[in-house]
């Protein structure tokens, strides 16, 4: 990136708690990527949120040389389990505070009174989540009570208006937005695919001018996978399955069957594995990440 002409600033995650998924060591975390000839980094601030998941966020000060304002970013990762949506509120809460206190440093050091902000990243939840409702609806209300704060906006929650021969968006300012105009989806394999990745910004301050197409699904799934990936992953399915049914018949009547204990577990579905490029999705050949 760096022979692209952008600059960076990266955030680890810490390596404290064990998780299923990565373990203890952890070599992820949060990166931001600007245009060296376009803006200056001011000052950046990083946040380890106060829980078990090892996640982080980062803020980050730039100046736009050309109008010489000052705008912050902020990049985050929240907890993958959206169903833990306590968890994942939590995170969001503390990064809402630390975006407050760093917004208030900021404008200080710069003698800017309107700073605007731009939060991006995988928020790991949906437009109907209840995530997504506090970011676009309460976010500040309670961090801020003099001042009639506004909540984000997506710039994606009008993407149902976008004219796909030029990723101009060409409608009036004041068209419909919301969750129904959301991107169809961010993330695809063959577990779900959902829209779970946003870039919310300051309403007061910024304004979306035009957005870039989805790739169709076609392209997402254009590959097999590794060799074997089905297979593997229908192993697990089984093993994960097997475990269900014996935890059933535990519980159960001792006057059952066992046919009872494996009815009142979750059924099975297995991949078929003479069609894995209708499962694979991304990342393949073209798509280096799971998320677009």
Request: glycine residues 6%; proline residues 5%.
């Amino acid at each position: 990136m760096a022979d692209q002409g952008y600059n960076s600033v990266y955030l680890k995650r810490p390596s404290i708690t064990k998780s299923s998924w990565s373990g203890v060591d952890k070599y992820d975390g949060c990166g931001t990527f600007f245009r060296r000839d376009k803006f200056k980094l001011i000052t950046e601030y990083s946040v380890n949120y106060k829980d078990v998941h090892d996640r982080v966020g980062l803020l980050v000060a730039l100046e736009h040389l050309a109008t010489q304002r000052t705008l912050i970013v902020a990049n985050t990762h929240l907890y993958w389990d959206s169903r833990k949506v306590s968890d994942q509120l939590a995170e969001l809460k503390e990064m809402e505070a630390a975006i407050t206190r760093f917004k208030d440093q900021v404008a200080k050091q710069q003698q800017q009174s309107e700073i605007g902000v731009i939060m991006c990243g995988d928020f790991n939840n949906g437009p109907s989540s209840e995530i997504y409702h506090y970011v676009t609806q309460e976010l500040f209300k309670q961090q801020d009570t003099s001042n009639s704060p506004v909540p984000f906006r997506s710039a994606y929650d009008v993407y149902g208006h976008l004219d796909t021969e030029s990723a101009e968006i060409r409608v009036p300012s004041n068209t419909a937005y919301g969750t129904q105009y959301e991107a169809p989806y961010t993330s695809s394999n063959f577990k779900r695919q959902w829209t779970i990745d946003y870039i919310f910004y300051s309403p007061q301050v910024f304004a979306t001018t035009g957005l870039l197409e989805i790739p169709p699904e076609e392209a997402l799934k254009a590959d097999d996978g590794p060799e074997g990936w089905i297979e593997e992953e229908n192993k697990n399915l089984q093993q994960a399955h097997d475990k269900s049914v014996a935890a059933a018949a535990v519980k159960q009547d001792p006057a059952s069957s066992d046919s009872d204990a494996a009815k009142s577990a979750p059924a099975l579905k297995l991949l078929d594995a003479s069609n894995p490029a209708h499962y694979n999705g991304i990342p393949n050949r073209s798509f280096g990440s799971d998320h677009i």
